[in-house]
């Protein structure tokens, strides 16, 4: 037995992890959550940074300016930074979560929201303190996941901060646990600036409360197989100019648009010569 074997007996199959994603795409099968690290030297941190409060600052003024986004609760959230600025295409389009997306999903997925999330100093409540799922509101459980999502770590996740909060294992079960087995397994999850807290979409999380005087900046990404609706029609938001990059305009969801029209849908069907060919950047029905 090796130094760093695990002792067992009566053990015929094993996961094998050779590598840092293999170990987190395993964890995530198992505990529904895992800490990847992004790549991102300091340089590159601190032009993310710079971009998310340039963002935040110029969106303010937008849709009925702060104090109509704080009425309805979104003066803490930036909806599509991508639109705003491309270092946040960049972020989305990161290998290592796009490996773990493609390895636990399938080869198409699409990304449905892109939300810069601010967790304000010294507030008991705001719109991610309580426990939910990033597919709200269902109570199902499947063999592999449907979804994804990646919070990006732009300042560190400690407990002082307000670092997410997670019911591990809980996107096995469709019911939400009792308030008491709640609070007996829940699982705070520390991570370093640069990093992604990369969780099944349908394990139950949420933020916990900062405590400190600086706001605990994130940007949050969710991936999913192509039939979900996406948070905000990314193509139309964007334009047909945004990108001519085929991978880019997958991802961004542009082979997945709902038809307008009959002879729109006609538009989207492969020739008679083709038919027999899965077009990556078309959507079929059978």
């Known amino acids: 037995m090796t130094e760093t074997s695990v002792a067992r007996y009566g053990v015929h199959t094993q996961a094998q992890s050779s590598n840092a994603l293999d ?3 395993e964890q995530i099968k198992l505990l529904g959550f895992a800490v990847v690290d992004g790549g991102f030297d ?5 032009r993310l940074a710079d971009a ?13 300016g702060r104090e109509e986004l704080k009425r309805i609760d979104e003066h803490n959230t930036i909806r599509v930074p991508l639109a705003h600025d491309r270092l946040f295409l960049d972020l989305a389009m990161n290998a290592n979560v796009l490996e773990i997306c493609r ?4 080869d198409y997925i699409i990304l449905n929201q892109q939300n810069g999330i601010i967790n304000p100093p010294n507030a008991q409540q705001y719109n991610q303190a309580a426990y939910h799922r990033d597919l709200p509101y269902q109570h199902f459980v499947s063999s592999r996941p449907l979804a994804i999502n990646a919070l990006f770590c732009l300042d560190p996740f400690t407990l002082q901060n307000g670092s997410t909060l997670v019911v591990p294992a809980s996107h096995k079960e469709e019911a939400f646990p009792s308030d008491l087995t709640v609070e ?8 370093p600036a640069g990093s992604f807290l990369v969780l099944d979409a349908m394990v ?3 933020g916990g409360v900062n405590q400190t005087s600086s706001p605990r900046r994130a940007v949050n990404h969710l991936y ?5 609706r996406q948070q905000i029609d990314l193509p139309s938001l964007l334009g047909p100019e945004y990108t001519d990059d085929e991978q880019t305009r997958r991802l961004l969801g542009y082979g997945v648009q709902t038809p307008r029209d009959v002879s729109d ?16 950047n078309k959507r079929t029905s059978s």
């Open 184 to 191: 007996a397994l829940q699982r705070t999850v520390t991570a």
């Open 103 to 106: 390895r636990l999903i399938a």
């Open 224 to 228: 999913t197989i192509p039939l979900m």
């Open 42 to 46: 300091a340089e590159a941190l601190r």
């Open 204 to 206: 139950f999380h949420r």
């Open 52 to 64: 998310f409060d340039r963002v935040l600052e110029s969106t303010q003024d937008l849709y009925g």
């Open 265 to 280: 849908f006609y538009g989207t069907r492969p020739s008679k010569a083709s038919s027999c060919e899965i077009l990556p």
């Open 23 to 25: 170990r987190a795409i």
